[in-house]
Nanobody
Framework: QVQLVESGGGLVQAGGSLRLSCAAS????????MGWFRQAPGEEREFVAA????????SYANSVKGRFTISRDGAKNTVYLQMNSLKPDDTAVYYC??????????????????WGQGTQVTVSS
């Protein structure tokens, strides 16, 4: 089992920045990928970014590429999502997820077995 707790959400003006954190506990993450997804009201859950814990390989959705950065801190067992140049369209509940590395593409929710409770990000225009 892996427990995930997100933090760092809030209200920010367009063009501003936020950093989300996801603290993981439980089993080792050495063979895991970590992902961030988001879900706006009435919309499906959408992939944002992912990182492989063992070598740091990253992947991003086109909509956030160049604005968001995913990273991990092994000593703290924490994954971060630095979000810059935020837009109103980025408004959503952001979820952290974890799953064993597999052949399933990292942008697919079913590739992840463990999910956090989510943190709200609201970007005002």
């Amino acid at each position: 089992q892996v427990q995930l707790v997100e933090s760092g959400g809030g209200l920010v003006q367009a063009g501003g920045s936020l950093r989300l954190s996801c603290a993981a506990s439980g089993r080792t993450l050495r063979h895991h990928k970590m992902g961030w997804f988001r879900q706006a009201p009435g919309e499906e859950r959408e992939f944002v970014a992912a990182i492989l814990w063992n070598d740091g390989t990253t992947s991003y959705a086109n909509s956030v590429k160049g604005r968001f950065t995913i990273s991990r801190d092994g000593a703290k067992n924490t994954v971060y999502l630095q979000m810059n140049s935020l837009k109103p369209d980025d408004t959503a509940v952001y979820y952290c997820a974890s799953g064993l590395i597999s052949t399933i593409t990292v942008s697919t929710p079913r590739a992840y077995s463990y999910w956090g409770q989510g943190t709200q990000v609201t970007v005002s225009s």
